[in-house]
């Protein structure tokens, strides 16, 4: 209540209370005045409170919280705290964290302002109250009902990591939920096992198959270079010696040298002795092989042949040997419009025409000249050595081509030429030429040839002689060929016909695998991995899915809608459990809602528990009423269905007697049977819920409403279908008012039922 005095003015509270609140309250003003007392009442109690008390415990709060100032109670610091009237300025707010916490669940509160002539003014004190406990927006804060507010601060500071802890609550919790749901259901790993191994296994199919043909192909592009190259420089051997035959049959035929070998003599004519028994061993040919006009005629042999072949600068010295003796040599020491004096040794250097001059190669201790002569004159082949070093070459090749005369019939033995001290008959002598190997390979290109391709390569003689120190295997490699091996190369042999078999190793130092081929399996394993677990997560949320619908529904009846199909099923004699909390309004209404929630979760949490124990159907629960149904939508005997829902009724009233809710208060359930037939199906389509429609549901809950606190009442059909219980009896009294046995059932008159016995044996098994 309000009281007022002259004069006084409203103003004060005008802030906190709306207009509404006043509820016609006079319309004069009322004046500044102090405020002496506060009384309410807090679940019937009677609060009454002056302003003394209310100021000392205020200052113990705040004083407990260490909140400041004595004067946080309110918007403006206390006038004068000594004495027993507290003035408070216009505007003010009397609202605070410690009256809030003073004055708890008050649902009555009065002001009482002194006043010589006080009259009162009623307000409606419920939302008086709310309003001065903060609002209605109070009513869902989370935690307890009536949790502290930071008194610490004006403004509440916002959380700016809120969003991040609740993601990452939110992704724990997924993630939670997500493995027990595997847990639970083998199948689901063991089909994304399964999707995990086929999409390996194809993948990496797919991969190694894209492999195989880019190693294949690889490798046919190695074999194709390597054989193009080969069959290049066979053609290019074989140009490069065809000028020795043409200069061959030119010495025969051109007859400038026809006295030539005669002059020379059969060894060991004009022999140097110094030389005898050296690989150098010399005849003295001075005046013999010196003549200029033997050299312009062989001149004239060899350099139009030379050009005629594009071999200019390719073979650069061509040398003659009448009786097997270095006579003539081309170019002679001077340079030509062919010839080049600086592309071949000169002076005294190794190998040039003057200090080979009057070598006589047929009766050198030399192996090269003895391998040499051997195949010109007892082989008779075309012979073709190095490559070697021969400075101002780097490498080169040589070339030597036998001459042979026509036979003297009448005499034999001139036409003998004399190797190694055994007589050759119609040998006249040999054509060799010279080689710059340097330069056919750079007219081959080999190097960009295997460098544009990725190759590293090396061209190598297989067979043949090789002489140690004087030429070598070896004809061409690139920069890493000594990293080539059998696992990272192939090897191409073809026959080059003038030097036997050529060899050429051609490879990827990093191997033939494709560099794409890492990746590629990396991206595999990995897409494999995310289509299973997009596998698992589909079926686990289809299971999810499935499992909610099931709790909805019965199995049968999800199909019929799937189908399309109106379900719609008859039963004829089931068994259907009532119960509600008795005063469950009274004790909602002096709870928050959230609380009440709370409470009846964890109440019907539990009974779940049982409604799965005993195989019957959890039907529904609206607010705290809650139904099963034994016998459908499963059938079984109806004996049987009654047993179970009864059974299921004893245990919930013995949960129910040991329950407390959080605040440690105790609930109170009652409890009715009723058998009868029913019919089941879905009704609509939003939002669909199998529902129960019959007779047997009025009376069920009628059975219900019209029983006991704690007790069970059934009605003359179910108590007579749990007498015919198969291996259970039940203890059970029949029902009386008044004297009178039975009922007044809404609806249905005068029934007579039966409550379970409580506190004895109610059931006892017959097994």
């Known amino acids: 209540m309000w009281s007022k005095g002259k004069g006084n ?78 003035a408070y300025p216009r505007k003010t707010s009397i609202v605070g964290a410690p009256l809030r916490k003073l004055v708890k669940r008050s649902t009555e509160v009065s002001f009482t302002v002194p006043s010589s ?26 935690g307890d009902m009536f949790a502290e507010d930071d008194d610490n601060s004006e403004y509440r500071e916002e959380d700016r990591c809120e969003p991040v802890k609740t993601c990452s609550r939110s992704c724990y919790l997924e993630t939670r939920h997500f493995f027990s749901t595997l847990a639970k259901y083998p199948y689901i790993t063991a089909v994304s096992f399964f999707v995990l191994v086929l999409c390996l296994s194809a993948g990496m199919a797919a991969v190694n198959s894209e492999r195989g043909k880019h190693i294949m192909q690889a490798q046919s592009s190695a074999a194709f270079v ?160 190095g490559p070697f070093t021969l400075p101002p070459l780097k490498e080169t090749f040589c070339g030597h081509l036998s001459i042979w005369s026509e036979l003297d019939q009448n005499n034999s033995t001139q036409n003998a030429l004399t190797l190694q001290g055994s007589p050759v008959v119609g040998a006249w002598g040999f054509i060799m030429n010279f080689l710059d190997w340097g330069k056919l390979l750079e007219r081959s290109d080999i190097y960009e040839r295997f460098a544009s391709r990725g190759f590293e390569f090396e061209l190598y003689r297989v067979d043949g002689p090789v002489i140690e120190g004087a030429d070598r295997a070896t004809l061409a490699k690139s920069g890493l060929s000594h990293l080539l091996n059998p696992e990272n190369s192939i090897s191409i042999e073809t026959e080059s016909e003038l030097h036997g078999i050529w060899a050429n190793k051609v490879g990827v130092v990093d191997g033939w695998e494709p560099s794409w081929y890492p990746m590629a399996v990396a991206v595999v394993v990995l897409l494999s991995f995310l289509f299973a677990f997009m596998t698992a997560s589909m079926l686990v949320e289809r299971q999810l899915h499935r499992d909610l619908l099931y709790r909805v529904m019965p199995s049968r009846a999800i199909k019929k809608l799937q189908r399309g199909q109106t379900v719609l099923e008859k039963f004829n004699l089931v068994t259907i459990f009532f119960s509600d909390i008795v005063g469950f309004t009274n004790m909602a209404g002096n709870m928050r809602p959230l609380q009440v929630m709370a409470m009846l979760n964890e109440l019907y949490t539990e009974l779940d528990k049982l409604v799965e124990k005993h195989q019957i159907y959890k039907v529904e629960t609206i607010g705290d009423a809650f139904m099963v149904v034994g016998g459908a939508p499963d059938r079984v005997p109806a004996p049987i269905a009654a047993q179970r829902v009864a059974l299921f009724a004893l245990d ?25 037939p029913v019919c089941a199906g879905v009704v609509g389509h939003s939002m669909p819920r199998y529902c129960f429609f019959g007779d047997t549901v009025n009376v069920a ?10 007790k069970i009442q059934v009605s003359e059909l179910t108590y007579r279908l749990l007498q015919d219980s198969p291996d259970m009896t039940f203890d059970f009294e029949k029902r009386s008012e008044g004297g009178h046995f039975g009922v007044e059932v809404k609806g249905k008159g005068h029934q007579i039922t039966y409550v379970a016995v409580l506190g004895v044996l109610n059931c006892t098994s017959l097994n």
């Not at 005045?33 to 003394?52: L, Y």
């Not at 809950?701 to 704690?710: G, I, L």
């Open 9 to 86: 003015r409203r103003g004060t509270l005008q802030s906190q209370i709306s207009e509404s609140d006043w509820n016609g309250a006079p319309t004069e003003e009322v004046e500044q005045g102090d405020i002496t007392s506060i009384t309410g009442s807090s679940s019937g109690a009677e609060i009454q409170m002056n302003i003394d008390s209310i100021y000392d415990a205020i200052k113990n709060v705040e004083k407990e919280e260490d909140a400041g100032s004595k004067g946080h109670l309110f918007d403006s610091k206390l006038v004068n705290p000594d004495v027993n009237s507290y």
């Open 117 to 142: 002539n006080s009259e009162s003014l009623s307000a409606p004190p419920s939302n008086i109250w709310t309003k001065l406990l903060g609002g209605d927006d109070d009513l869902w804060d989370k």
């Open 226 to 385: 390597a054989t193009d190259t080969a069959i290049w420089f066979a053609n290019e051997f074989r140009r490069a010696m065809l000028p020795l035959y043409g200069i061959q049959q030119g010495v025969i035929h051109s007859g400038y040298f026809d006295t030539l070998k005669d002059k020379i003599g059969s060894y060991p004519q004009n022999v140097i002795q110094e030389t005898v028994g050296t690989p150098m061993t010399k005849r003295n040919v001075t005046g013999i092989c010196d003549d200029k006009d033997l050299q312009d005629k062989f001149r004239s042999i060899v350099e139009p042949i030379n050009a005629e072949n594009n071999l200019d600068g390719v073979v650069v010295s061509y040398r003659l040997f009448p009786n097997n003796v270095a006579c003539l040599n081309e170019p002679s020491g001077e340079s030509t419009e062919h010839f080049k004096k600086e592309d071949f040794p000169q002076g005294d250097e190794r190998g040039s025409a003057q200090s080979t001059l009057g070598f006589d190669a047929g009766n050198s201790d030399n192996p090269f000249w003895n391998m040499v002569t051997k195949d010109l004159f007892i082989e008779r082949k075309l012979n073709v050595f």
């Open 652 to 676: 919930v009233v013995e949960f129910v007697k040991d329950f407390r809710t959080k605040n440690g208060d105790q609930i109170f359930i009652r409890a009715g049977l009723a058998s009868g």
């Open 701 to 710: 809950s009628r059975m219900e409403s019209t029983s006991s606190k704690m």
